[in-house]
C-alpha cells in the first residue's frame, strides 16, 4: 500500500492474534473489520440474528444473562445484548462479527487511525446509540459452539517475549544487553496504541540521539533515561531514539494484552527463529479457519 | 552497504554513517530503483537520512534471502545518480501570519518582511517523511532563520500551518500537537486519505513557498 512512506503507521489490531482467529471461527476473512474493546463495561444491542465471537482479554460477558466463553461462536438473536461487565486479564478483548463490520476501506485498511481521525467508523471511537452495519454473512460458518483449540493461541501468560537484534544493536554493551534480556521489566501506566513504556533497570546511560529512521511496530527504543519503550501500533514511521531490539511479531499479542503492573521479561532470539515463529502463527491461524469449516 | 533486520517484516539498507546532502540524494535514488524494480513480496519503501527501510511479506521470503536480492538491486544502482527528470517540484502558497512570526523576527533581529523573504525565498528539497502522515521535513532553511524548536510545544498546532526549527521547515498535516514555530498558513492539502499516494509530498521533491497578499 505503501502507506509509510506518507508517514502512515501501520495502525489496527494490538492484538492482530486475536483478531484473525476470532474472524476465522465466525467465518470471516482474516482481515474482516471487528471490534477493539478497551475499556471496562458496555452493552452491544444486536438488531439482526448474527454470528459472533469474543476474545484476546479475558472478560466476563455475558449474551442476555448467558455467560459467554472466549474463542467460541455464538449465535445472537434479533434483539439479544452482548454485556461486557469488565476485562479480567489482559487489555484488549475482540468481537468479531460474521460479515464483518461494513465501513470503507481507506489506504487499503478498515481501521481507525484515531491520531488522524479517519478510518474505520468516522476516524473515531464507537459512541453510545452508533449503529453498526455488517458485510453479507459469511457463506460457510462454523457451527455454534466450536471453539478454538487452547494450544493454538499465543501465550498469552507467558513471561517471555521474543526479540531479535535491532538495527542500533551494537551501539549498546554488553551491560546493557544483559539488563535487557536478563532483568524483568514492567508495563508502565504510560501505555497506549502509540508505545508502551516499559519501567525497570536503566538499559544504558549513553544512549544518543540519532538521524531518524524508519520504525516498526515492536521496535525496542532506548530514550536519553535508559528505560525502554516498545512502539505499537500508532507509532510514528521514523523516530531518532537508538533501536536496540525488535519485539517477535509472533509475541507481539502477548505484550500488547500486558496490563500496567504486570512484568515482561525479554529473551533474545535469531531473526531465523523469529520468523519462523511468525509462520507458525500462520499455520495455527489457517488450522483454526480450516477445522472451523468443517465444523459448519 | 549492508542489510539488517528490522523485526520480521522489515530490513534496513544502511547506506552511511553520517548525514550529509550526497548520502540523502544515495538515499533518494536507492528508494526509487529498488521501487522500480516492484518485487511482489515488497509492500513499502521508507527512505530516511542513512538508508532505506523495505518492509515485506516475509511468510514469502526469509531475511537471507530478501537482504540478498535487495542488496543486488542496489549494487547495481550504485553508479548511477539520480533520475533528475522524475523529480517533481512543488509550490505551496502562503499567508505570513502566523502566531510566532513576530517572535522569530525578534530572535533573529531580522525584520517580519526580512524573515518572509528569507524563508520564501529559496527552494527546499524534502528529506523524509514521519512524525504523522503527510509531515515533510524540508531543508534547508537560511542560517539566518535557525532557532532551537519552542521550549514549550503547543498541544495543538492547526493543520495547514507553516514552521519551522532548527534547520528545517515544514507544513503540519494534521491538527497535532507541535514544538515549532509557527510562521505561516496554507490551504494546500498535505495529506488527504483518499489520494494514492495521500501525502502530497514525497521524499526527494523540492518545494518552494510563495508568499500571498
Keep these: ?296 | 552497504m549492508r542489510a539488517v533486520p528490522l523485526g520480521d517484516s522489515a530490513i534496513t539498507i544502511v547506506l552511511g554513517a553520517e548525514r550529509s546532502t550526497e548520502l540523502l540524494n544515495r538515499v533518494h535514488a536507492t528508494a526509487a530503483a529498488l521501487a522500480v524494480e516492484r518485487l511482489a513480496e515488497v509492500q513499502d519503501i521508507v527512505p530516511a537520512y542513512l538508508g532505506v527501510a523495505v518492509f515485506y511479506d516475509s511468510l514469502q521470503a526469509s531475511f537471507s534471502d530478501m537482504a540478498a536480492k535487495l542488496l543486488a538491486i542496489c549494487d547495481r544502482r550504485t553508479a548511477s545518480t539520480a533520475d533528475s527528470d522524475k523529480i517533481r517540484e512543488h509550490e505551496i502558497p502562503v499567508t505570513y501570519d502566523g502566531a510566532d512570526l513576530a517572535q522569530v523576527s525578534a530572535s533573529t533581529g531580522l525584520s517580519v518582511d526580512e524573515v518572509i523573504a528569507r524563508h520564501s525565498g529559496r527552494l527546499y528539497s524534502v528529506d523524509l517523511l514521519g512524525f504523522v502522515p503527510g509531515f515533510a521535513y524540508l531543508s534547508e532553511l537560511d542560517s539566518a532563520l535557525q532557532l532551537p524548536r519552542r521550549s514549550q510545544p503547543r498541544p495543538r498546532v492547526p493543520a495547514g500551518s507553516v514552521a519551522i526549527a532548527g534547520a528545517q521547515t515544514a507544513v503540519y498535516p494534521l491538527d497535532t500537537p507541535g514544538g515549532w514555530h509557527i510562521i505561516g498558513r496554507t490551504d494546500r492539502v498535505m495529506f488527504d486519505p483518499s489520494r494514492d499516494p495521500p501525502a502530497l509530498l514525497s521524499a526527494g521533491d523540492m518545494v518552494r513557498f510563495v508568499p500571498t497578499p
Design chain 1, 1 to 296: 500500500m505503501h502507506s509509510r512512506s506518507s508517514g502512515v503507521p501501520r495502525g489496527g489490531a494490538m492484538d492482530v492474534f486475536a483478531l484473525q482467529a476470532l474472524n476465522a471461527i465466525v467465518g470471516n476473512a482474516p482481515a474482516s473489520a471487528a471490534l477493539e474493546w478497551a475499556l471496562g463495561g458496555g452493552t452491544l444491542r444486536f438488531q439482526i440474528d448474527c454470528v459472533f465471537a469474543i476474545g484476546g482479554a479475558h472478560a466476563r460477558a455475558t449474551l442476555t444473562g448467558r455467560a459467554m466463553p472466549s474463542f467460541t461462536t455464538c449465535q445472537a438473536r434479533a434483539g439479544d445484548e452482548l454485556t461486557v461487565e469488565q476485562l479480567t486479564d489482559g487489555r484488549f478483548l475482540y468481537i468479531a462479527l460474521g460479515g464483518g463490520i461494513d465501513v470503507p476501506q481507506i489506504l487499503g485498511s478498515r481501521s481507525t487511525y484515531l491520531p488522524g481521525h479517519f478510518g474505520g467508523y468516522n476516524g473515531r471511537m464507537i459512541a453510545r446509540n452508533d449503529t453498526l452495519s455488517l458485510g453479507p454473512a459469511p457463506i460457510s460458518q462454523p457451527s455454534e459452539g466450536f471453539t478454538c483449540s487452547p494450544e493454538l493461541l499465543p501465550r498469552y501468560d507467558s513471561a517471555a517475549v521474543r526479540i531479535t537484534r535491532g538495527p542500533h544493536a551494537d551501539l549498546f554493551d554488553d551491560a546493557a544487553w544483559h539488563t535487557l534480556t536478563e532483568t524483568e521489566f514492567a508495563v508502565s501506566t504510560a501505555s497506549d496504541r502509540t508505545g508502551y513504556k516499559l519501567k525497570g533497570k536503566a538499559v544504558s546511560d549513553a544512549a544518543e540521539n540519532l538521524p531518524s529512521d524508519a520504525s516498526c511496530q515492536g521496535a525496542i527504543q532506548i530514550p536519553g533515561d535508559g528505560t525502554p519503550i516498545v512502539l505499537m501500533a500508532d507509532a510514528p514511521t521514523v523516530g531518532g531514539y537508538p533501536k536496540i531490539a525488535v519485539v517477535a511479531e509472533a509475541d507481539l499479542p502477548i505484550l500488547a494484552q500486558r496490563s500496567p503492573g504486570h512484568t515482561v521479561r525479554f529473551q533474545l532470539v535469531t531473526i531465523e527463529q523469529s520468523q519462523r515463529a511468525l509462520k507458525r502463527r500462520a499455520s495455527d491461524l489457517y488450522t483454526i479457519g480450516a477445522t472451523g469449516a468443517a465444523s459448519a
